[in-house]
DNA sequence: AATGAATGAGTATTCATTCAT
DNA sequence: CATGAATGAATACTCATTCAT
């Protein structure tokens, strides 16, 4: 009869709003922002409309929670092993990005579409931004240790083949010779840069 | 004057055909294809509503006409210059799907924006598939002409390549350093090559 | 076959304008702008949702469109006879206002309601305001006329008993004594004035 | 300790009715009652909106209950000093219903919406019937004490001026001159009807 | 007595599509 | 061929009310 603790009530409140973004990131990532509505939420997440807004007081600031977390994935990828050396750091971030993609491809398919609807809403593009000045940050200083003539160009090729091959990975998993490539691509940027050097 | 002719009025139509399927590829892809509205399309065109339908039986079906347009000018770059040696022929195609893209963003946008629709439209995921066939046939024929030890995987890579790229330019159009791409992309696809041979 | 005329569209649009706003000043006069759903008004007025905002960009702008109507109807009571003298011009603006009060109760009880409901928007009050401003100017001029020694008193004090009549008529139309009352305004604001001067 | 006793139970039973009563009358009258959510009482209130609905069972039933309480309040201001003459008690009531409304103008705006809403809720309307024949029959016998010709006609006069007084005041009450309007009633309805005698 | 998660019917608004003219 | 009035289902969002704890 007494009420519940606010300890109780958090968790409640935690599970529910995971619950819900895992759900609509899903939608999302399928079927696109606009085309995915609250209601489809709301019944695939089995709860009612009203409870959803209980927790995320907007579809757009639902879709900013999720945003948040798939930055934060992608980066926690990119910034791993740093105590690694800087050539296996580039090798594991290929290995490790890639086995991302295979086992989450729901979460990238979400990353590319959030790309180009940056329509939607500038917070959307100032993330992307601030994503992608992070990632070069962080990888060019890596290619300037393995001695790379042009880290900056570097740098951006290896993240514009991981954006080609997430769309196309996205677009055809069973077709796509992602296995392959991972060789291929460790090979171009980290074995052919270091004997050069 | 003598009624028209029924060849007369086939060229009206085809030429209101041309016309909003060229209105609507610049708003679908500059707004997205949900957040275009019938009307819009309509009063940009200069014509009415009902007049729209009379044209396309549906939104859908005129994204549809819009994508096969789509299609055939890519597959248009593709095949172009099919006079030349091969290793021309692959330059060519690099330096004319850059120069394509620097000049019909637009035309991008709305590509990349079909891939993630194939996800959930029956016909789109055919074209796609086709086009992504054709493409292949095509590029790895050239591969193997210049002597490329591994023709599907050059291909692949150049296709993903080109993804990649259309997908960074179309987002920060401003800040991606898309000339300096083009000239790498020769130097690893066709320089390269050659020399191996 | 052929489409009809811009004249005929015009028409068209006139009369389910008009009869929109008729049913909305009913609904609205009745039970208040926030108490009234859209839906409702539809569907008193036999049409449905859609068309509705064909004609009136939102709920609001509906309402707006009513209050210049409620303003314009107001300002031709209170204008009405300028080639009479100002002792007769008052007396006719009493029984007219009042007669106008007993035809016109649902347009009458929207003026009230909208007096007090004006934080709904910064629009209205700026229209009551101008409302206010526009009939005291206009009655002090004719106060003054006739020689009152408190003309700005007297119009302020005309226009509160209109009010104060009004929202009892409103409220009980049957009970109140409304015709006695004319009689005892025409005597205490223009005849006991006169015989002062 | 021992147990709380009934009387105390209810004492803060009260206490909590009250609290409320005041929060959501401030709020009612502000905002206006559709605008104002049970959530905005309760949390104003420091309370759940579980343990409102402990207290009043509906957020009609909470209106009612204000009403009642308005109903008291202005009843209170005309039977006030019923050990003065006549005329006396009648300036009084002058006075303090405009002090009144200078210093709870929130409380007068609820009182004029209320009049409204009485078109859409039968217990409303009785109440303000039983709250209009109260006011006539106490103040019909105090103006016939004064020796008034028409005292039913004195009565309602000034009960259609305190109206009409109050929406003014209400509405623009730094622009209205309600104290000269005061001095003015008292010259009109005690002076003038006791010099006649 | 007290909490706030949960519901569901309701709100204003939009828009692809139809159809009488 | 051409118009745009009209529809109705869908959309994001709100809120009074209930109820398990």
Redo the contacts between chains.
Sequence with gaps: MSPRTKIQFEEIRQKSRENIEKIALELFA???Y??TSISQIAEKAGISKGLLYNYFESKEQLLNSIIMKVYDELMKIVGMNDNLPADKQIEQMIIQTIEHLKKNITFW?LY??L?????VQKQLKEL??KM?IDYMDFVIKLFSEIGSKNPD?DA??L???????A??YV??PEDY?ID??KN?LIEVFVKNKKVKK
Tied chains: 1, 2, 3, 4.
């Design positions: 399928s079927k696109g606009h085309a398919r590319l579409f790309i180009h609807q940056s329509e992307y931004n992608r160009m951006l090729l993240g514009t083949m991981f954006d080609g091959i769309l196309n677009t055809v010779p392959e490539l291929y």
